[in-house]
Protein backbone atom coordinates (compact mmCIF):
# COMPACT_ATOMS: atom_id res chain seq x y z
CA UNK A 1 0.00 0.00 0.00
CA UNK A 2 1.24 3.00 -1.00
CA UNK A 3 -0.17 6.67 -0.61
CA UNK A 4 1.41 10.15 -2.60
CA UNK A 5 0.08 13.24 -1.86
CA UNK A 6 0.12 16.06 -3.65
CA UNK A 7 -1.24 19.61 -4.67
CA UNK A 8 0.21 21.74 -1.48
CA UNK A 9 1.16 25.11 -1.57
CA UNK A 10 1.62 28.76 -0.81
CA UNK A 11 -2.23 30.15 -0.79
CA UNK A 12 -3.81 34.06 0.48
CA UNK A 13 -5.87 34.41 3.56
CA UNK A 14 -9.32 33.02 1.60
CA UNK A 15 -7.93 31.47 -0.98
CA UNK A 16 -8.24 27.86 -2.14
CA UNK A 17 -5.87 24.68 -2.78
CA UNK A 18 -6.60 21.53 -4.12
CA UNK A 19 -5.02 18.16 -2.21
CA UNK A 20 -4.64 14.95 -4.23
CA UNK A 21 -3.85 11.28 -2.67
CA UNK A 22 -3.40 8.73 -5.28
CA UNK A 23 -3.35 5.39 -3.73
CA UNK A 24 -1.74 2.21 -4.98
CA UNK A 25 -1.63 -1.22 -4.02
CA UNK A 26 -4.94 -1.84 -3.15
CA UNK A 27 -8.25 -0.40 -3.94
CA UNK A 28 -8.74 2.91 -1.98
CA UNK A 29 -12.26 2.93 -2.40
CA UNK A 30 -12.37 -0.52 -0.11
CA UNK A 31 -11.62 1.66 2.65
CA UNK A 32 -12.06 5.06 5.15
CA UNK A 33 -9.43 7.54 4.37
CA UNK A 34 -8.90 10.41 5.94
CA UNK A 35 -7.06 13.63 5.51
CA UNK A 36 -4.92 14.65 9.08
CA UNK A 37 -2.62 17.66 9.38
CA UNK A 38 0.30 18.53 11.80
CA UNK A 39 1.59 21.78 12.45
CA UNK A 40 5.32 21.33 14.35
CA UNK A 41 5.29 20.85 17.43
CA UNK A 42 1.85 20.41 18.19
CA UNK A 43 -0.34 16.66 17.36
CA UNK A 44 -1.64 15.33 14.60
CA UNK A 45 -5.43 16.19 14.37
CA UNK A 46 -7.82 14.93 12.07
CA UNK A 47 -9.13 17.21 9.20
CA UNK A 48 -11.72 15.12 7.15
CA UNK A 49 -12.58 11.44 6.73
CA UNK A 50 -14.52 9.69 3.36
CA UNK A 51 -15.95 6.19 4.40
CA UNK A 52 -16.14 3.25 2.02
CA UNK A 53 -20.18 4.04 1.51
CA UNK A 54 -18.67 7.87 0.52
CA UNK A 55 -20.45 8.99 3.45
CA UNK A 56 -18.07 12.04 4.76
CA UNK A 57 -17.22 13.88 8.26
CA UNK A 58 -15.32 16.61 9.08
CA UNK A 59 -13.86 18.46 12.06
CA UNK A 60 -15.82 21.63 13.26
CA UNK A 61 -12.65 23.76 12.36
CA UNK A 62 -13.38 22.77 8.48
CA UNK A 63 -16.86 22.39 8.61
CA UNK A 64 -17.79 24.73 5.33
CA UNK A 65 -14.77 25.12 3.79
CA UNK A 66 -13.11 21.86 2.63
CA UNK A 67 -14.84 19.06 0.79
CA UNK A 68 -13.23 15.48 1.19
CA UNK A 69 -14.47 13.38 -2.25
CA UNK A 70 -12.97 10.64 -4.03
CA UNK A 71 -12.40 9.18 -7.33
CA UNK A 72 -12.33 5.53 -7.68
CA UNK A 73 -11.46 5.49 -11.19
CA UNK A 74 -7.92 7.43 -10.22
CA UNK A 75 -7.65 5.28 -6.70
CA UNK A 76 -7.36 8.53 -5.72
CA UNK A 77 -9.06 10.95 -2.77
CA UNK A 78 -9.20 15.24 -2.74
CA UNK A 79 -9.59 17.55 -0.30
CA UNK A 80 -11.00 20.92 -1.87
CA UNK A 81 -9.87 23.36 0.64
CA UNK A 82 -11.74 27.02 -0.01
CA UNK A 83 -11.91 29.99 2.73
CA UNK A 84 -8.10 29.15 4.02
CA UNK A 85 -7.34 30.92 6.80
CA UNK A 86 -3.69 31.26 7.90
CA UNK A 87 -4.89 28.47 11.08
CA UNK A 88 -4.35 26.09 8.36
CA UNK A 89 -0.93 26.21 7.58
CA UNK A 90 0.37 22.79 8.18
CA UNK A 91 1.40 19.63 6.29
CA UNK A 92 -1.00 17.73 5.24
CA UNK A 93 -1.54 13.65 4.93
CA UNK A 94 -3.41 11.27 3.75
CA UNK A 95 -4.34 8.27 5.89
CA UNK A 96 -6.18 4.96 5.70
CA UNK A 97 -6.61 1.31 7.76
CA UNK A 98 -5.77 -1.90 5.94
CA UNK A 99 -6.81 -4.29 8.86
CA UNK A 100 -4.86 -3.47 11.80
CA UNK A 101 -2.15 -1.27 9.64
CA UNK A 102 -1.89 2.04 9.30
CA UNK A 103 -0.36 3.75 6.17
CA UNK A 104 0.09 7.60 5.42
CA UNK A 105 1.37 9.31 2.13
CA UNK A 106 4.65 11.80 2.66
CA UNK A 107 2.57 14.68 3.58
CA UNK A 108 1.75 17.96 1.54
CA UNK A 109 2.97 21.27 2.81
CA UNK A 110 -0.37 23.98 2.97
CA UNK A 111 1.07 27.88 3.63
CA UNK A 112 -1.70 30.19 4.20
CA UNK A 113 -0.37 33.48 4.18
CA UNK A 114 -2.54 36.31 5.55
Known amino acids: VQLQASGGGLAQSGGSLRLSCTASGYTASSYHMNWVRQVPGKERELVAT???????DYADFVKGRFTISREDAKNTIYLNMTSLEPEDTAVYYC?????????WGQGTQVTVSS
Open 95 to 103: NTYVGLTSY
Open 50 to 56: ITRRNST
